[in-house]
């Protein structure tokens, strides 16, 4: 008595993926090529430092609003806990080393929020970063801020102006490339709510630029 047995189907394999463009290999050769240059006028740093602020074990940051002075703030949330800086001077104005359990990361609430600090104690600030969420990537009066990775995992920050994407004209003219993730891990990228920062955090610091006279 023959015995046959039913051979189970080999598992698809994916194809090899489609190559590159013509197109978008002179896209991915231009954004490769493009070195890192100040932002233009009127944005200027906030920090002296090449990669911001040092933030060891960086999570997330979220923005506020000073509720004197009307400056942005920016909160930072790490393994180390919650600071508080003013985006127009640089200023750390406020520091919680041991915030409380429930709100310490921002993954223990549903919108990513973690309890303010300092001048905005008694209220919440919901983050970008390691646990999800995002910022404003347009201004009103039309600057643009883009995340490209055209070497992953280095991610790249750029910034446009009038939707002078990197396509659009010479890099330093109607675009630039301000900031390159290649030390640390990529955690978050945007603008204030007001418009007027410009906020880039990786696992280990967190970078401002602002266009409010200092």
């Known amino acids: 008595m023959t015995k046959w047995t039913k051979k189970a189907a080999p598992v698809g394999q994916p194809g090899p993926e489609p190559a590159l463009s013509t197109y ?4 991915r050769d231009r954004l490769l090529a493009a070195p890192v240059v100040p932002a233009p006028e009127p944005w200027r740093p906030v920090f002296a430092y090449e990669h911001g602020v040092p933030v060891g074990g960086l999570l997330g940051i979220g923005f506020a609003s000073h509720p004197d002075s009307g400056h942005d703030l920016v909160m930072v949330v790490s393994h180390d806990g919650h600071g508080l800086f003013d985006a ?4 750390k ?9 429930d709100g310490r990361t921002p993954d223990t609430s549903a919108d990513l929020s973690c309890p303010g600090l300092g001048p905005i104690a008694g209220s919440r600030v919901r983050t970008a970063g390691l646990f999800g969420g995002g910022f404003h990537t347009v201004t009103a009066d039309g600057w643009i801020l883009e995340v490209v990775a ?12 009038d939707g002078g ?3 659009a004209g010479p890099h330093g003219e109607g675009w630039w490339h301000i900031f390159h993730a290649d030390h640390s891990e990529f955690r978050a990228a945007g603008f204030s709510p007001s418009g007027q920062t410009i906020d880039v955090a990786t696992s280990s610091d967190l970078s401002l630029w602002t266009r409010c006279p200092a």
Do not use: C, F, K, Y
């Open 24 to 27: 978008q290999r002179a896209m």
């Open 165 to 167: 994407l990197p396509h």
């Open 150 to 161: 055209p070497s992953w995992p280095n991610d790249r920050v750029l910034l446009s102006r």
């Open 93 to 101: 104005i406020a520091r919680d080393r041991d915030p409380d359990p």
């Open 88 to 91: 127009v001077t640089g200023e």
